[in-house]
């Protein structure tokens, strides 16, 4: 499959001031980037028909929430048993990303938590599946870049 979809330095920018704020008004977009609000709309419209913009999402704080543990568990997982985890893991509401990767694991899980008892409990009950042959939990401590999707 040939991907045709071309943008330009505009569309990035575009893309760089809805990063930044989603919410902005294309009137206020088209100020700041010194062009008409009828193209940021056209573009953006574009940018979703052909899925480079997939959605627009809500970044919580997750501190404010209260939920302040985020660590990285890999997995080593029985490759037959790997659909079956997945689906598994895709249900708890606490899994943020789930990734299937190379070397010392199979998946990646980036998981947030209220506190250290529910992280454990995760690992003693929701990682007590069939299948799973190890795991290597990563506590993250502080960010020096944060993540644009959960603002940790």
């Keep these: 499959m040939v991907n045709d979809t071309s943008i330009d330095r505009l569309d990035l920018r575009i893309i760089r001031v809805l990063n930044q704020d989603a919410r902005k008004p294309y009137k206020a977009i088209a100020e700041e980037l010194g062009v008409s609000d009828a193209t940021v709309r056209k573009r953006v419209q574009k940018m979703l028909e052909e899925g480079i913009i997939k959605k627009f999402n809500v970044l919580l704080d997750y501190h404010k929430l209260g939920r302040i543990i985020k660590a990285f568990i890999g997995l080593r997982v029985q490759p037959p048993k790997l659909k079956d ?3 598994q893991l895709n249900k708890h509401p606490d899994v943020q990303v789930l990734y299937r990767t190379s070397g010392d694991v199979d998946l990646f899980v980036e998981v947030i938590f209220r506190d250290m008892e529910e992280l454990n409990g995760f690992l003693e009950t929701e990682l007590n599946l069939d299948g799973i042959t190890g795991t290597v ?5 502080g960010p020096y870049k944060r993540c644009p999707c959960t603002g940790l």
């Design 137 to 141: 939990v990563t506590i993250v401590i």
């Design 85 to 87: 985890i997945v689906e």
